[in-house]
C-alpha cells in the first residue's frame, strides 16, 4: 500500500470547534466510518491525578469557594496541555495556532476540520453549559445578562490571557483563528453543526471528499454525547437556522450585532438578522 504522506495525500485529521458544537459527536462519527489517524483532542488524558492535584493545591479553601477549585483545576490542565501545541497542534477547543500548524511538515497531509455553531446558538449554549468557566457568576445570570458579562479564557484557548469583554468576544476570537486556518492549511474541512445533526449523511460525504475516500451507507450513532436521550432528530429540530434568535430580546440582537464583525458571521454561512 502507498503511504500516503509520500504523495501528499491526507494521513491523519485534526478536529477544532468551540465548547458545545458536536466536535465529540463529530469525531466519533468519523471514527465509527473512516480509517484515518483522528490526533488527539486535548492532553487531558495524561493528568492521571488531577482531582488530587486539585485538593493539594485549593486546599481547604475549595470546599467555601467552589469557583477557586476550578480556577486551579483549569490552571494545571493548562500546565499539562503546553507541549500539546506543538506536538498536536493544541486543544480541540482551541483557537488554531496556524503559524505553528504552517510550520510542521505533518500539516501537508492532515485535513483540518473545524466545526462552528450559529454565534446566537453558541452563546445559548454557552450560557446552559458554561464549560472552563473560572468568573464567580451568582446567582446564576440571565441570558441577557450572560451576554454583557466578561469571560476569561482559559490557557489552552490560545487566545492570550486578557479577559473578555463579553462572552461574544469569545465566538469571535475562535472564529477569526478557524477563517485564518480555513484559509491556510493544504486540506481543510468546515461543517457547520446545524448541517451535520440535519443531514448527516450529506456531512459524512463531504468529509469523504475531502479524505479523497469513496461514499458509502454510513454508521450513524443516536445518542447524545451530553447524557440526555435526544437523537439526530431532535436536534436538527432545535438547531434550524431559522429559529437562531429565538430567545433573545431586540436590545439583545442590537448589542450582538454591535460586537459580532458581520463579515465574519457571514464567511461562515451564518446570518445574525432574524
Not at 472564529?175 to 491556510?184: E, F, I, N, Q, V
Not at 436536534?235 to 463579515?263: K, N, V
Request: aromatic share 10%.
Amino acid at each position: 500500500m502507498t503511504d500516503p504522506a509520500a504523495d501528499g495525500r491526507v494521513a491523519a485529521l485534526k478536529l477544532y470547534g468551540e465548547r458545545n458544537t458536536g466536535t465529540r459527536a463529530l469525531a466519533e462519527a468519523i471514527g465509527a466510518n473512516f480509517e484515518v489517524a483522528m490526533m488527539r483532542p486535548s492532553a487531558r488524558g495524561r493528568i492521571a491525578t488531577l482531582d488530587a492535584a486539585v485538593a493539594e493545591r485549593a486546599g481547604a479553601l475549595a470546599r467555601v469557594f467552589p469557583h477557586l477549585r476550578q480556577r486551579v483545576r483549569e490552571g494545571i490542565v493548562d500546565e499539562t496541555s503546553r507541549p500539546f501545541v506543538a506536538t498536536g497542534f493544541g486543544w480541540k477547543h482551541a483557537a488554531p495556532p496556524v503559524e505553528i500548524i504552517l510550520a510542521d511538515p505533518r500539516a501537508a497531509t492532515t485535513l483540518f476540520v473545524v466545526v462552528t455553531k450559529h454565534p446566537l446558538f453558541f452563546l445559548k449554549s454557552l450560557h446552559r453549559r458554561p464549560h472552563h468557566d473560572v468568573l464567580l457568576r451568582w446567582p446564576k445570570p440571565s441570558l441577557s445578562r450572560f451576554l454583557r458579562q466578561r469571560w476569561q479564557p482559559v490557557e489552552r484557548d490560545l487566545i492570550g490571557p486578557g479577559r473578555l469583554a463579553s462572552t461574544a468576544d469569545l465566538w469571535t476570537a475562535k472564529a477569526r483563528a478557524y477563517r485564518a486556518l480555513l484559509d491556510a492549511a493544504p486540506h481543510a474541512l468546515h461543517v457547520r453543526y446545524e448541517d451535520f445533526v440535519a443531514d448527516y449523511a450529506g456531512t459524512l460525504d463531504r468529509v469523504a471528499d475531502a479524505l479523497d475516500r469513496p461514499r458509502a451507507v454510513w454508521t450513524r450513532p443516536d445518542l447524545s454525547t451530553k447524557g440526555d436521550p435526544l437523537g439526530f432528530e431532535d436536534y436538527a429540530g432545535r438547531y434550524r437556522l431559522s429559529d437562531a434568535a429565538r430567545g433573545f430580546s431586540a436590545s439583545d440582537l442590537r448589542f450582538l450585532a454591535d460586537r459580532l464583525p458581520e463579515a465574519l458571521v457571514q464567511s461562515f454561512g451564518y446570518r445574525l438578522e432574524p
